[in-house]
């Protein structure tokens, strides 16, 4: 294309702070030696020095500089396992298995000896690990069952500049353990929060301590903004990839930051075709791609080295920032976008939103090129955009749905109210999760406090959104426990269909097949009920165009859901062909995610009143448009788009919700 306008860059102005270091890493060296050159070795002694004195210590390091992966072997060999296990947290599921796989092989065990994860659904650690590296939620539930968190003798609160909620409410959570451990002249629990870049006087106020800074070791980084405005970032980023490729070093690897999933998919085979048509050689160019939804095989494979003479391109959302550091990028391209989630009160619905980026993240991201050697920062946007982000990023405490934590908090006995937050919720954020847990019959509200209730205390031994542990506990009145359990495990999953590009037809011919005219659940239910049957699933995956790990995936939930209701004594029954049963037992926990359609064409959202049409993906897209419909979540881009669509009838809201009041129209 002719019309293609390529960005312009400034030729760069301002240089990261820089601290020159010796020898370049990378080459070919043994873990062990990798090990020793990072900057976090030479500190060995006194963070050792300064953990033995303090109860609590806060690291802040250059990303990339070995906390992660090197802090929890220091304290190991130091001897501070020996009576209880060194957990290590972490703000998402990937990066908690990629560093706990890497720090097996740096301890030459296997995952689940010395060191081993623990995400959602999955525990590879036995009564061997000493280091356990595990997702904030995991910590959170646990102190559920334990708020003296006694199987641990260190926990490292890492990453903690992300500010999750989970990580906020562990702040608190894990500072009041140490406390009570203190007053019953319990064994010490050492704490110690990490991050790349943190807010030291904040989290020194609230912890009561001094923060302790490690020398980073990084490489200047010249860092470029495009000359105007981009109205299209993700071809903005391709043409300067192409532009990269011409004229960098071939082993000048390229690290693009993109938003999300379906985003780095498109562009990655755009490039991938794109460097055969150029006849630049089919082997010169390797194409990865990192994001939260990735299978786990693939995440790795973007920290593999490349054939020499191959230039080594990584497409990554904001898991690439600080969570994981690859080795060999060079160039980085910058979109300025992060996906956000966020959730608005006054409509009650979560949204996912593509919001600019902060500054802060903006120069964290223009770092990771400056990790092994000198390097380049390419920005699609302009600096005086730029001078219009927000400075740093809004803690997800101020601006996420709340239902879950405290729902959390309230199975913990605490009240968030009274709560000691690093950053207290938004009182109006609270409010709207007490009426919210109401309405799913989790919480008394006329009580002050709120006070749990029985079916609260069964919906928080799920770990679950309150809404889908919601369904399960509705479930055997409507006659359709089996169904929903696979139904609740197939929607914890990431998407089951393939759509591949090339070959689309053929996928939707085989997606068809399982369509119901009902919707997206039952379709999906479809699916995962026939994967259930088949003898060769990987053959039966592959003819249908299905993701054979995300359905294991589910199947593997679906047990451990079976197993808690076993557990808390939940009758099993089949709704059998009945599926009404079903798409009316969605009604008691999606209550919230109803829209219908009004006379101009779009979807109206009962409880908050959003335009919105139904999303793309929907088996029901381009259908003919039910009246009233239940959706799984609202994306929004330049519309509102509902994904995951099920036609529901008007008459089964009073039914099903007898108490409660819509405004249908
Ligand atoms: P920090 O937590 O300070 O950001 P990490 O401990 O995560 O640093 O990483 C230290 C170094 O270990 C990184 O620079 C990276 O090169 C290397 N590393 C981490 N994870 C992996 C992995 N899965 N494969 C190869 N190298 C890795
Ligand atoms: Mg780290």
Not at 537 to 553: A, E, G, M, S, T
Request: hydrophobic share 40%; charged share 25%; with cysteine.
């Amino acid at each position: 294309q002719n019309s293609i306008k390529k960005p312009n860059y400034f030729p760069p102005k301002q240089q990261q702070q820089q601290h020159q270091y010796g020898k370049n890493v990378m080459k070919k060296n043994t873990i062990e030696q990798d090990r020793k050159a990072l900057p976090v070795y030479n500190c060995r002694q006194r963070i050792l020095k300064e953990v033995e004195a303090n109860d609590t210590l806060l690291i802040m390091g250059e990303t990339g500089s070995g906390k992660t992966t090197q802090i929890p072997q220091f304290l190991l060999q130091a001897g501070y396992a020996t009576n209880g296990i060194i957990g290590i947290t972490q703000p998402r599921r990937v990066a908690a298995i990629t560093i706990a796989k890497r720090v097996a092989q740096e301890l030459s065990c296997n995952v689940g000896d010395t060191v081993g994860y623990t995400v959602r659904f999955e525990d590879t650690t036995t009564e061997r690990t000493r280091i356990r590296y595990l997702t904030d939620g995991i910590l959170l539930r646990e102190a559920i069952r334990d708020r003296l968190l006694r199987r641990y003798s260190a926990i490292m609160l890492d990453e903690a500049h992300e500010r999750t909620v989970n990580a906020d409410v562990l702040f608190g959570i894990v500072k009041e353990a140490q406390q009570e451990r203190r007053k019953h002249k319990m064994a010490k629990l050492k704490l110690i929060i990490t991050s790349a870049t943190m807010d030291i006087d904040h989290f020194g106020q609230y912890f009561k301590v001094k923060g302790m800074y490690l020398e980073g070791r990084t490489h200047p980084v010249r860092v470029m903004h495009a000359k105007e405005s981009q109205d299209d970032y993700i071809h903005a980023a391709l043409v300067t990839l192409f532009d990269i490729h011409r004229h960098e070093p071939i082993n000048h690897d390229v690290l693009i930051f993109l938003t999300g999933q379906e985003e780095i998919e498109a562009l990655a085979q755009q490039i991938r075709q794109l460097a055969r048509i150029n006849n630049s050689g089919p082997s010169d160019v390797r194409v990865f791609t990192l994001y939260a939804q990735l299978a786990q095989g693939k995440q790795l494979e973007c920290f593999l080295p490349v054939p020499a003479n191959t230039r080594k391109i990584v497409l990554a959302t904001n898991i690439a920032e600080t969570s994981i550091t690859i080795p060999g990028i060079r160039c980085v391209i910058d979109c300025g976008y992060v996906k956000e989630k966020s959730f608005n009160p006054s409509t009650g619905l979560d949204t996912l939103k593509t919001v600019r980026i902060s500054q802060a993240q903006a120069w964290q991201r223009s770092g990771r090129a400056g990790r092994d050697a000198p390097g380049k920062c390419y920005r699609t946007y302009t600096k005086s955009n730029m001078e219009k982000f927000r400075s740093a990023a809004q803690p997800e405490i101020l601006r996420a749905n709340l239902t879950s934590t405290v729902l959390q908090l309230l199975a913990l006995g605490i009240d968030c109210a009274s709560f000691d937050f690093i950053d207290p919720p938004h009182p109006e954020g609270v409010q709207s999760a007490y009426k919210a847990l109401e309405q799913l019959g989790a919480v008394k509200a006329a009580a002050t406090p709120p006070a749990i209730t029985s079916t609260g205390r069964l919906m928080a031994q799920f770990p679950l959104d309150p809404r889908f542990a919601k369904l399960l506990l509705a479930a055997p009145s409507f006659g359709c426990m089996e169904e929903m359990l696979s139904l609740v495990a197939a929607l914890s999953s990431d998407n089951v269909f393939i759509g591949h590009t090339d070959k689309s037809e053929l996928a939707a011919l085989a997606h068809a097949k399982f369509q119901s005219k009902h919707g997206d659940h039952l379709t999906l239910l479809n699916v995962f009920a026939t994967f259930q049957k088949t003898d060769k699933p990987k053959v039966w995956c592959h003819d249908n165009f299905l993701n054979i790990r995300n359905l294991n995936y589910a199947r593997n939930v679906r047990n451990q859901l079976v197993e808690i209701c076993n557990r808390i004594g939940l009758a099993s029954n089949s709704c059998g062909d009945n599926l009404d049963a079903v798409k009316k037992c969605l009604l008691t926990g999606l209550f919230d995610n109803m829209a219908t359609l009004q006379k101009e064409g779009h979807y109206l959202t009962l409880s908050g009143r959003v335009k919105a049409k139904i999303h793309p993906s929907s088996v029901l897209h381009g259908k003919y448009k039910p009246q009233c419909i239940l959706f799984s979540e609202m994306v929004q881009t330049e519309h509102n788009f509902l994904r995951q669509v099920t036609e529901i009838s008007v008459e089964w809201i009073e039914e099903v919700l007898p108490n409660m009041k819509f405004n249908i129209k």
